[in-house]
Structure formats: structure tokens, C-alpha cells
């Protein structure tokens, strides 16, 4: 059976190492209570733009080389893998394909069978939504942590199962 998994704050443990290396680039002090909307940039009041060109920054910086998966997200998905087909849907750019298959290969090397972008033009351009990603690979299943994915694959008639938000 089709699983279609999140990588950002569903499988990889990325916010804290985004707030790390954002304040420290940026000088600011902005902490997890913070983050009251999953929409970073309304978070950091900066333009789509600015905020397009900070992840472009991020995603080559060593604090997102050193994301670490989330306790127990190895083992879970090394099982997972025995029994269904893995896909990972993200709203990474498509820029950032390299860095982000380093990772995967890294820590889930061939348990997953594509990995599929949901933006190009470093997020400014989002080309397609995760229920039709699911709708592609035949997947039922989403794992998701975004309220907007969440919603857009269940009203897709998708079964989510939502992690909560990273910085709730
Ligand atoms: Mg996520």
C-alpha cells in the first residue's frame, strides 16, 4: 500500500535547526513559543521574497546539513518499508533536491521510492498540492504536520494522521 510522508517536522527534526540558524543569520532572538502561525513569514514579518531567499540560505547552511531524524522515525520507517511503497511529498523547493536527498540517503538509504516537490523558484512557485501527489502514487495515506496540507489532503478524502505542528 502507497504512504506518502512529510520530510520537514514529520520525519526529519528541521525547526529547531531552522530557528538556530535564522537568528543567528539575521541576528534575532525569536524563540518557539513565537510561532504562533505555521506560516513562518507572517512569524517573522518579512515579504514572500525575503522569505524565499532566508530558506535559499538555510538549505545550504550546515545547521540544515546536520537536521537529525526525529527519535525513532529510523526504525518506524525501516519497518514501514518492509510492508508498503514510501513516498515523500515536500513543499521544499525543487532547488534543494540535493541536500535534501543527502539526508534521506543518509539516514533512510532505500526505503523510500521517490521523493516528490511541491515548489520550485525556492517556494515561491507552488506547482502542486500534496493530495495530488497522493492522487499520483495511489496513496491513502498521508503523514503530515502543515494545517494546510492536513486539510487540503483530507478534504481530498485522504486519511491524514497529523503530527502536531513542530513549534506548538
Ligand atoms: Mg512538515
Not at 518492509?82 to 511529498?89: D, N, P, Q, S, V
Not at 534521506?104 to 502542486?128: I, P, S
Request: proline share 4%; hydrophobic share 40%.
Amino acid at each position: 500500500m502507497p504512504i506518502v510522508l512529510d520530510y520537514d517536522d514529520v520525519i526529519f527534526d528541521t525547526f529547531k535547526k531552522l530557528i538556530k540558524f535564522y537568528n543567528k543569520a539575521y541576528r534575532e532572538w525569536f524563540r518557539k513559543e513565537h510561532f504562533i502561525h505555521a506560516d513562518f513569514k507572517k512569524v517573522w514579518r518579512i515579504t514572500r521574497e525575503e522569505s524565499s531567499a532566508r530558506f535559499r540560505e538555510f538549505f545550504k547552511s550546515t545547521e540544515s546539513a546536520s537536521i537529525i531524524p526525529y527519535p525513532g522515525s529510523r526504525d518506524f520507517i525501516r519497518r514501514l518499508a518492509m510492508r508498503h511503497e514510501l513516498h515523500i511529498a515536500t513543499n521544499r523547493p525543487e532547488e534543494a533536491r540535493k541536500e535534501t536527498i543527502q539526508l534521506l540517503d543518509r539516514y533512510f538509504k532505500g526505503m523510500f521510492t521517490d521523493v516528490h516537490f511541491c515548489t520550485r523558484d525556492w517556494g515561491l512557485d507552488h506547482f502542486r498540492k500534496k493530495s495530488s501527489v497522493c492522487r499520483e502514487v495511489m496513496a491513502n495515506i498521508i503523514l503530515e504536520d502543515h494545517p494546510e496540507n492536513v486539510i487540503d489532503c483530507a478534504m481530498d478524502g485522504r486519511h491524514v494522521i497529523s503530527s502536531r505542528p513542530a513549534m506548538e
